[in-house]
């Protein structure tokens, strides 16, 4: 399997901008989870689905942000507009079920001037 | 509400000496129990788990972790460290009583193994 798969690996925008992360979550697993990595906050969940559908919304820092999985094979998290403060290296993780382990991508690194 | 706790930002230790990394943990009921390994510019690597059995559980790349109930805490362990080793650590943790998958990182300890 090649493991979760992300995209783009790297995404420089300018504030204002629209911005997408993609995501392939390894397949048969059930649960797929958006996080956020920064050096003040750490590693932030912002949102998780279990069978595409989502569960828990509550670490999404605002309505700018939004995620969609309209499959059991990719999902989507969307910010618009994008600011300064978005800057930060996002994860998509996935696992087989409620009590395994996540897989982890390779992250999109954020970068919006 | 469940929380985990990564006491040491930082941890030296010298090639081939045994290296600790510490994790304590709060949960209301018992907990699942995991241990994640990041490299620079990488997606964090699963390393280990606790669900249950055995408190001695053995992970990848020689790491072990001890589930200690009584004083709740999930050390991660190896006999002989590696400059490879040098990474960014993470315990985690889920209440199993929860109706849902929300798994709590720490914070994160750096290893730095000298040569």
């Known amino acids: 399997d090649a493991g979760v798969i992300q995209s783009p690996r790297h995404e420089v925008t300018e504030m204002g901008q629209e911005v997408t992360l993609r995501c392939k979550p390894i397949?048969?697993?059930?649960?797929l989870f958006w996080y956020r990595q920064t050096m003040m906050r750490g590693l932030e969940l912002l949102i998780y689905f279990n069978n595409n559908v989502p569960i828990d919304d509550s670490g999404m820092p605002e309505d700018r942000f939004s995620a969609k999985m309209p499959n059991a094979s990719f999902s989507t998290l969307k910010i618009q507009p994008s600011e300064p403060r978005d800057s930060a290296v996002y994860f998509c993780a996935s696992s087989l079920n409620s009590r395994g382990e996540q897989y982890f991508g390779p992250g999109t690194r954020l970068t919006v001037t | 509400a469940q929380s985990v706790a990564q006491p040491e930002d930082q941890v030296n230790v010298a090639e081939g000496n045994p290296l600790t990394v510490k994790c304590t943990y709060s949960?209301?009921?018992?907990?699942?129990l995991f241990w994640y390994v990041q490299y620079p510019n990488r997606g964090l690597q699963f390393l280990l788990k606790y669900i249950t059995g055995d408190n001695l559980v053995k992970g990848s790349y020689g790491f072990e972790a001890e589930f200690n109930k009584s004083q709740t805490s999930f050390h991660l362990k190896k006999p002989s460290a590696l400059v490879s080793d040098s990474a960014l650590y993470f315990c985690?943790?889920?209440?199993?009583?929860?109706?849902?998958?929300?798994?709590?990182f720490g914070t994160g300890t750096k290893l730095q193994v000298i040569p």
């Open positions: 397949s048969g697993h059930d649960y």
């Open positions: 949960v209301s009921g018992n907990p699942y």
């Open positions: 985690a943790v889920r209440d199993i009583a929860g109706g849902y998958q929300k798994v709590t």
